[in-house]
């Protein structure tokens, strides 16, 4: 079955500062890739998604980049802010928007 | 539009009690997962259903049972329960949108 593993566990950065998060798959059949957002005491929310003919994807400050070749693809947030600080988790799938594998969870800890 | 609504939202059990969670969803999702989240574990597959009427075991389905009643309406059900199934508890739907989740459940074993 599909392995994710995300790096690192725990961020932390000043704010105004960019985070990156970096995720590995080992099942070259995914194709679908989203990030979710999770702040404390509720849901995973989704934030960015990425299929295997894109290599990136930008939407405002969150940008995702997929390398196929190399079965990884990371999260880019630009500008941080405090609000920015949650749990984030990257997730790999075989068919749009079917099972998911998640990875193990990003804390990122954005200091005003 | 609710979205996925998962009840009850926090629950204690003694070891050995059985319980259901619930699961309703009103967004015409095709597929519904149930995920465990423990800390540094991210979120588990326990068991999903792909369509109405299937059900498949995901990665950690032991000790776990689930039921699609409709399309609506997925349920996760433990019927001995552990120390070890203590955990927060998600119902997500999906399959023709991303996953989109419910508020969860904290279940506590004793």
């Known amino acids: 079955g599909e392995n994710v593993e995300q790096h690192p566990s725990t961020l932390s950065v000043q704010e105004g500062d960019s985070a990156v998060i970096k995720c590995t798959y080992s099942d070259s059949a995914s194709n679908y890739f989203p990030w979710y957002k999770q702040e404390l005491g509720k849901r995973p929310q989704l934030i960015i998604d990425?299929?295997?003919?894109?290599g990136e994807k930008k939407d405002q400050r969150i940008a995702v980049t997929l390398n196929k070749t190399a079965k990884h693809f990371s999260l880019h947030i630009t500008e941080t802010q405090p609000e920015d600080s949650a749990v984030y988790f990257c997730?790999?799938?075989?068919?749009?928007?079917?099972?998911?594998?998640f990875g193990q969870g990003t804390i990122l800890t954005v200091h005003p | 539009n609710a979205g996925v609504t998962q009840t009850p939202k926090f629950q204690v059990l003694k070891t050995g009690q059985s319980m259901t969670l619930q699961c309703a969803q009103d967004m015409n999702h095709n597929s519904m997962y149930w995920y465990r989240q423990d800390p540094g574990m991210g979120l588990r597959l326990i068991y999903y259903s792909a369509s109405e009427g299937t059900t498949d075991k995901g990665e950690v389905p032991n000790g776990y049972n689930v039921s699609r009643l409709n399309k609506r309406e997925f349920s996760l059900r433990l019927e001995s329960a552990a120390p070890s199934q203590t955990s927060v508890y998600f119902c997500a739907g999906g399959g023709n949108q991303p996953q989109h989740f419910g508020d969860g459940t904290r279940l506590s074993i004793l």
């Open positions: 990425i299929r295997s003919n894109v």
């Open positions: 997730a790999a799938g075989g068919t749009s928007y079917g099972k998911l594998t």
